[in-house]
């Protein structure tokens, strides 16, 4: 093994994933820390999936370092933290936290922090990341129901999370190339710096950054700072051209769309789905808690329906603060995601096999009531989301797992539309 990556929720997995593939690396992804007898399948990279981006901070980190043990025990040369590219976590975490455990645990001095994901619109400017044209701090992500990100300086938000001292490789710096990275890394080694934020704006950026990372033990930020880190392994001569197939066969089944995100992007697309005529089924947290609606009840609706249905609890940030006052914010994530999967179990037994889920932490947990260990990568619908096939479960299953903020408006229709 030659990368070995952690990652804070199963979506951003499945993206990191695809960029290792993409960039030539055999790739597989773990649901959860592997077992001593996993089956790495004699891959390049692997990247662990975890369920910690909104977990308290502690569990996080102990998580995060079983995954470490697991990853550098079967060899890894290089770790990466992989977080979201709108750098989800509160003041507490967790990807301070994470990043200082795991700074420490491997006995290393120094790393990066570089959410930038330019293809989908994230970039960093001296030190503040950018969603589109807007700063995160006036995005939509400032209403996220978990996560708000209210700050775009992620240097602030690095000393917030963080003991550790932090320091900022700006744009100027990084267009010198590879080797003013480099210097840039040894000055902040010498001031006592660990953790630099580095400006990022394109995918030529995330190439530089990647080349200069190559001495790095640990790597932290989104998917696109990986697009560098392959060619690294290749100049070393352990790496080949590539060894990828673009071979997928998604198994028989019905088909159908699970959705909890409440993110801008995926209610564009559920409002999208819904004009053009998609049979939908909304799921009301309060209905949930007040035992109205079970998910028997959803099963039935959707077995009963023709074409793909959508199941979706995604709803205008108003109505989701209204049910956060009634039910606590955290429970009120916690019904729906329960729900939905309780729903995609009791699919699969009626012969759904075929399943796109939009929201990470919804991702986590149909993935978890499916019973699938690792994952097998597929070809990419959008930007940052694959359809991807199970590995080790009982049944073959064909799965897209969404970041709430990826894909285009049309994303659904556009994803079965390639597996048809």
Known sequence: MLLGAIADDLTG???????????????VLAVGVPPDDFEYQGADAVVVA??????????????SLR????????????????YCSTFDST???NIGPVAEALLEALKTD?????????????????????VGDQLLSESPMKDHPLTPMTDSSLVRLMHAQTRLPVGLVDRKT??????????????????????????????????????????????TGGSGIAIGLPENFRRAGL????????????????????????????????????????????????????????????????????????IYSSAEPQAVRDAQQRLGRDRAGEIVEHFLADAAAGLLDRGFSRFLVAGGETSGAVVGALGVPALLIGPEIDPGVPWTLSLGSERPLALALKSG?????????KAWEMLS
Not at 110 to 130: D, E, K, M, W
Not at 405 to 413: E, V, Y
């Open 13 to 27: 997995a499945t993206d990191l994933a695809l960029m290792l593939s993409r960039e030539g690396m055999r790739t």
């Open 50 to 63: 975890l369920k910690s981006r909104t977990s308290p901070a502690a569990e996080a980190v102990t998580l």
């Open 67 to 82: 995954a470490l043990a697991c990853l550098t025990g079967s060899g890894a040369r290089q770790v990466m933290f992989k």
């Open 91 to 93: 003041p507490e975490g």
């Open 110 to 130: 120094i790393t990066i922090v570089c959410p930038a994901f330019p293809a989908n619109g994230r970039t960093v400017y001296q030190g503040h990341l950018f």
């Open 174 to 219: 990084v267009a010198g190339g590879p080797a003013a990275v480099r210097d840039a890394f040894e000055r902040a080694r010498g001031q006592g710096t660990k953790l630099l934020v580095v400006d990022a704006i394109s995918d030529d950026d995330l190439r530089v950054i990647g080349e200069a990372a190559a001495g790095l033990r640990l790597v």
């Open 239 to 310: 790496l080949g051209v590539s060894r990828i197939t673009s071979r997928f066969a998604a198994p028989p089944g019905r088909a159908v769309t699970l959705a909890g995100s409440c993110s801008r992007a995926t209610r564009d697309q559920i409002a999208t789905a819904l004009a053009a005529g998609t049979p939908a089924f909304r799921v009301d947290p309060v209905a949930i808690a007040e035992t109205r609606l079970s998910p028997g009840q959803v099963v039935e609706w959707a077995v009963a329906t023709e074409g793909v249905p959508l």
């Open 405 to 413: 903020n990826f894909g285009g408006t049309g994303f659904f229709s």
